[in-house]
């Protein structure tokens, strides 16, 4: 099953945004390649750069003041409810998508329950900076792309004279190096829901699955227009290596000075003030999330979640989950706890004496 993926969206806003914008974010993907941390915590919800990736995603989205955002959720859902209800007061809608079918049969889940409009559709595992504005204004529908080394990974757009040509999934023989990034601007979502409707009808799967890219080109080759928009910062956080590398990147925007007593903070960090920390050193590019207990430790180049416990430990590169202990540890680990152990997994550098 291939993994639905999470986009982290900063979005510039200087214009008035549609009065009736919905939006769609697809978060029910399983995670594989983010297990063991996924088995108990959503991938949306996994913490990067001092919060959780659905805010980063979210945050920027509130000042569009969308008429509704739509949550197509899944595995772990009622924690994505439950977080979105705590932090967002903007009207929000939960759908539960009961098949894994692929991103395709995802938006077509969420596009029963709005009203026809235009949509914004977000994914969930990747940060790009857009302006927002000059992307809505660039066309009737419009599609992120970046310039990629290798296409086949990706859905794909051929791009000629300022306006899309044509749409492909993961081709073997690419004629484009144009990937599609997982954001996308829809100025009639009832024209999209009835291709992707046309689309599941057929059972037109790529890959074994209902591929969003095979619905835009069916509206594209049935007269529907489509603008490309170039992105140039674009990171993937699909994978434990990713996070973190999207975790540097964040925190040298970030920039947050911090000081405390017996500690040595080398910026860029960012760190929960109810983290207790005593006799270590923290940084380069180091996330602690909220209640996280450390001591003799050093860390860097990772992510410390809620209420993990680290003591006399070396780390780097490392990616512990919330509620983990690790004691005594120099090297790289891939830690998460389930609800009947912990699981330990070596994610590089050493293997962790």
């Known amino acids: 099953m291939v993994a639905m993926r999470i986009f982290i969206i900063y979005i510039l806003v200087d214009s008035k945004m549609p009065d009736d914008l919905k939006i769609i974010i697809p978060a029910a993907g399983i995670g594989k390649r983010l297990q063991p941390h996924t088995l108990t915590t959503p991938k949306p919800l996994l913490p990067v750069a001092g919060k959780a990736m659905l805010a980063h995603i979210v945050d920027p989205l509130v000042k569009l003041n969308p008429a509704e955002v739509?949550?197509?959720?899944?595995h772990l859902g009622d924690q994505?409810?439950?977080?979105?209800?705590?932090?967002?007061?903007?009207?929000?809608?939960?759908?539960?998508?009961?098949?894994?079918?692929?991103?395709?049969?995802?938006?077509?889940?969420?596009?029963?329950?709005?009203?026809?409009?235009?949509?914004?559709?977000?994914?969930?595992?990747?940060?790009?900076?857009?302006?927002?504005?000059?992307?809505?204004?660039?066309?009737?529908?419009?599609?992120?792309?970046?310039?990629?080394?290798?296409?086949?990974?990706?859905?794909?757009?051929?791009?000629?004279?300022d306006r899309i040509i044509e749409f492909e999934e993961k081709p073997s023989q690419p004629r484009s190096n144009l990937a599609i990034i997982g954001l996308y601007y829809i100025g009639n979502s009832n024209i999209l829901k009835q291709h992707a409707e046309n689309i599941i009808r057929l059972d037109k799967r790529t890959c074994g699955e209902i591929q969003l890219t095979d619905i835009l080109e069916s509206m594209l080759s049935n007269g529907n227009d489509f603008s490309p928009f170039i992105i140039?910062?674009?990171?993937?956080?699909?994978?434990v290596e990713t996070i973190l590398m999207t975790n540097r990147l964040l925190l040298e925007e970030k920039k947050q000075e911090k000081d405390i007593e017996g500690v040595k903070i080398i910026?860029?960090?960012?760190?929960?003030?109810?983290?207790?920390?005593?006799?270590?050193?923290?940084?380069?590019?180091?996330?602690?999330?909220?209640?996280?207990?450390?001591?003799?430790?050093?860390?860097k180049d990772s992510i410390i979640s809620?209420?993990?416990?680290?003591?006399?430990?070396?780390?780097?590169?490392?990616?512990?989950?919330?509620?983990?202990?690790?004691?005594?540890?120099?090297?790289?680990?891939?830690?998460?706890?389930?609800?009947?152990?912990?699981?330990?997994?070596?994610?590089?550098?050493?293997?962790?004496?």
Do not use: M
Request: charged share 25%; glycine share 10%.
């Open 306 to 353: 809620r209420k993990a416990v680290v003591e006399d430990c070396q780390l780097e590169n490392s990616l512990i989950g919330k509620k983990v202990t690790i004691q005594g540890k120099t090297g790289s680990f891939n830690i998460a706890q389930t609800e009947v152990k912990k699981i330990f997994k070596d994610i590089g550098g050493n293997n962790g004496r």
């Open 70 to 74: 739509v949550f197509v959720i899944g």
């Open 80 to 161: 994505i409810v439950d977080y979105v209800r705590e932090y967002y007061s903007f009207k929000s809608t939960f759908i539960k998508q009961e098949k894994l079918l692929g991103l395709g049969y995802a938006v077509n889940v969420a596009l029963q329950h709005i009203d026809p409009g235009p949509i914004l559709i977000i994914l969930s595992d990747t940060i790009a900076k857009v302006d927002f504005v000059k992307f809505i204004a660039a066309g009737e529908n419009v599609i992120g792309l970046k310039e990629v080394t290798d296409p086949r990974r990706f859905g794909i757009a051929i791009a000629r004279n």
């Open 232 to 239: 140039d910062n674009w990171y993937d956080c699909g994978k």
């Open 267 to 299: 910026e860029p960090v960012s760190i929960d003030s109810s983290a207790v920390i005593e006799n270590s050193t923290i940084g380069p590019y180091v996330s602690i999330s909220g209640f996280a207990r450390i001591s003799n430790s050093g860390i």
